[in-house]
């Protein structure tokens, strides 16, 4: 996809903006606390519809605006289509070519994004819950729908965790086991696709960073669940698996089974990565796990994503730092990269330099 133009108003610290990017690296600069960060996240909200640093639209807003208005012209599959989102303190509108558009909706599969913050360098030895939520993006970029699939379980778990801090009517136990399993089955389905993809990709890339090392990726869910393929059987095993655990579960107030407890499991010889891995390793397998996510979304789009990466390259050593611009001047998309200092970087092709400063756009 070609990302073309950028128009923001009212959003966090920015002026008004317009903001062209370049065909290929675009390269953003500025002091830390300029708005490098919130242009970035202007751009990536009006792809995904949604914020990767908040989940509170007046996080968005300028001290004194009201409301927020971001447009953005784009391509993607060879069609031109303009993206708008409108924010209030109670409201949230989107729309594709003048039309109100959900984020799930299958319009928006064309206009695809990867996005690579520091934060995902801790990925190793993070919560599985932040593993989960890379996978589950990796998937939403890929098919937008799965945004609704991954909502409605959400939904379905604090419900039940709800009910089970009640002590409710066992028959509301029950419907909502049935439920769980269905929409859980679904998630593990995708979930799994997802890491089989991202599996070789992830091994080829970390073995040409290091190749004295083999590196694994595995979902890994319930023992109860495993070698169960089928999606209807599946959802039977999750069911027995809910129901024989309704005892804890309601002594101890919360769903504690299911897919909302799987893990996303990195290997290095063998070994658990977050406990045997080098500083060093474990943010090669981060930059192999991100590099791997691109790769598949653009097979996926037919296309490149637009890759944005924020402050990423000041937290890489030369090598991996090497290894990633590497592969970005071998990109035919387009990559937008914030830092502090432009020189720090490496010339690219058909590199384009915009500076930020108090919020401007220069």
Not at 23 to 47: H, I, S, W
Not at 86 to 96: A, V
Not at 176 to 202: E, N, S, T
Request: proline letters at 5%; hydrophobic letters at 45%.
């Amino acid at each position: 996809m070609k990302f073309e133009r950028l128009s923001a108003r009212g959003w966090r610290n920015l002026a008004d903006t317009e903001f062209c990017p370049g065909p290929r690296a675009t390269v953003v600069f500025g002091d830390n606390g300029q708005g490098k960060t919130n242009l970035m996240e202007a751009v990536y909200y009006l792809l995904a519809f949604r914020s990767f640093r908040t989940n509170n639209a007046q996080d968005l807003l300028g001290w004194n605006n009201v409301g927020a208005k971001l447009e953005a012209d784009v391509e993607g599959q060879g069609l031109h289509r303009t993206l708008a989102a409108e924010l209030g303190p109670e409201r949230k509108i989107f729309k594709l070519d003048g039309k109100a558009v959900r984020r799930d909706s299958p319009a928006l599969a064309p206009f695809g994004t990867v996005l690579f913050v520091p934060e995902d360098l801790l990925l190793p030895k993070a919560s599985p819950a932040a593993r989960r939520r890379f996978l589950d993006l990796a998937i939403f970029g890929a098919y937008r729908p799965y945004y609704r699939e991954a909502a409605v379980y959400q939904k379905l778990v604090k419900s039940r965790n709800v009910a089970l801090k009640r002590a409710a009517d066992p028959t509301l136990l029950d419907s909502y086991d049935q439920q769980l399993a269905v929409a859980g089955a679904r998630l593990v389905v995708r979930r799994r696709k997802m890491a089989l993809a991202l599996a070789p990709r992830f091994r080829r890339l970390f073995a040409e960073i290091h190749a004295d090392l083999d590196a694994e990726l595995v979902y890994q869910g319930h023992a109860s669940v495993q070698g169960v393929d089928a999606e209807p059987e599946l959802a039977s095993a999750l069911l027995e698996g809910l129901t024989a655990r309704r005892g804890l579960d309601l002594k101890r107030g919360h769903t504690g089974y299911g897919p909302h407890t799987d893990d996303l499991v990195l290997g290095l010889k063998g070994h658990l990565a977050r406990e045997h891995g080098s500083q060093g390793q474990l943010r090669s397998l981060v930059l192999a796990l991100k590099l791997a996510e691109f790769e598949i979304l653009a097979a996926a789009l037919d296309e490149p994503p637009l890759l944005l990466l924020d402050d990423v390259a000041s937290e890489l050593d030369g090598v991996r730092r090497t290894r990633l611009f590497e592969t970005i001047a071998a990109l035919p998309g387009q990559t937008l990269i914030t830092v502090t200092d432009p020189e720090f970087l490496p010339q690219l092709p058909q590199r384009f330099d915009v500076r930020v400063n108090a919020g401007r756009v220069t």
